[in-house]
């Protein structure tokens, strides 16, 4: 994560967060690795391009995920119930710069509190090979 390109708004912003991306069309799958303060939570999820819906664990909760195509963007619609029994929903949007080496992660969460937009950038590492 480059913090300076990131954008949290009023939420928390993480000390570290490591994506590594699997894609092998219309399969991706997606580990992530965040950390804040002392707390670091891992996640693994999987999402098919063809706009089927796909079962995830996401944060302890059931997560149902539809992604798509967009162009050159990869589009993830994320729908959850929240503890107070409403939806939580969640519009990612991909986009990988020409170059392939950084990820910019646009996302709008609407809650029954309200709606918070959130971009995460992300940096490939080179692959270091000895």
């Known amino acids: 994560m480059v913090k300076e390109k990131s954008q949290f ?3 928390k912003v993480p000390d ?3 994506r590594v991306v699997d894609h092998h069309d219309p399969m991706i799958n997606l580990h992530t690795v965040q950390t804040t303060g002392k707390q670091t939570s891992m996640t693994d ?3 098919f ?3 089927s819906v796909t079962m995830n664990t996401i944060r302890g909760r059931d997560a149902q995920c539809r992604a798509f195509w967009d162009g050159q963007a990869l589009v993830i619609r994320t729908k959850m119930i929240m ?3 409403d939806w939580e929903v969640i519009e990612d949007r991909w ?3 020409p170059d392939a080496k950084t990820l910019t992660t646009g996302s709008h969460i609407t809650t029954e ?3 918070a937009n959130l971009t995460l950038v ?3 590492e080179d692959d270091k090979k000895n």
């Open 9 to 11: 708004n009023d939420f």
């Open 16 to 18: 570290i967060v490591i």
């Open 49 to 51: 391009t063809d706009n």
């Open 95 to 97: 986009e990988l710069s």
């Open 113 to 115: 509190f309200g709606e």
């Open 122 to 124: 992300c940096e490939r």
């Open 45 to 47: 999820v999987t999402y």
């Open 83 to 85: 503890a107070s029994g």
